[in-house]
């Protein structure tokens, strides 16, 4: 297996995790690169660091975001190895394990639900401003709040009806919008 393989499954694992925004190698300007981060309801964040070999599990330790794990991301920070690469005791304090074998995934150990910090915080809100502004450059002319707009364009086209499928913005689930944390994120 590769680590591109590897990242891909820990984006549809964080997608099961019920993150349901999902980024894979972003560069933060903290210089950490999160193989793969999720956010649920609540700003909760999970970080996953892929390793497929146990070199790069142990160079790992010398970043400076590991060596000063309050300067990192991710409120639940997970290693993602194939199976028996790295022992539980191994793992960095509050760190889970996640193991990839025989096609599956399995959580070996969960990981702390309060690993983030104000100073993490910032780097994740940093990267998703980013991640927005490149949307916004792809989209042009629009900006993001005409392309989310789209809706209203519709119901106009349609004569005052919502086209079959499509529900108003405000009927759509969103649990980012609410003020109450999700269970999952307590």
Not at 24 to 37: C, F, R, V
Request: with cysteine; charged share 30%; proline share 6%.
């Amino acid at each position: 297996m590769t680590h591109a393989q590897l990242v891909a499954k820990a984006v549809i694992w964080l997608r099961s995790y019920r993150c349901g925004v999902v980024l894979s190698e972003q560069a933060l300007s903290s210089g950490e690169m999160p193989d793969a981060i999720g956010w649920k309801g609540a700003c909760h964040s999970v970080l996953v660091e892929c390793k497929i070999s146990r070199a790069d599990f142990l160079a790992d330790r010398d970043k400076p975001f590991r060596r000063k794990p309050e300067t990192g991301v991710g409120c639940e920070r997970f290693y993602f190895t194939p199976r028996a690469l790295v022992r539980i005791d191994e793992l960095p304090k509050g760190w889970g394990l996640l193991e990839y074998h025989n096609r599956r995934i399995a959580m070996v150990c969960p990981s702390a639900r309060n690993l983030r910090i104000d100073v993490g915080f910032r780097y994740e809100m940093n990267l998703l401003l980013a991640s927005l502004r490149r949307v916004e450059i792809r989209i042009e002319p629009q900006t993001i709040t005409e392309f989310l707009k789209w809706k209203n364009r519709m119901l106009e086209y349609n004569r005052g009806s919502w086209p079959e499928g499509i529900v108003p913005s405000e009927d759509e689930p969103n649990s980012f919008l609410d003020d109450k944390p999700t269970p999952s994120a307590v």
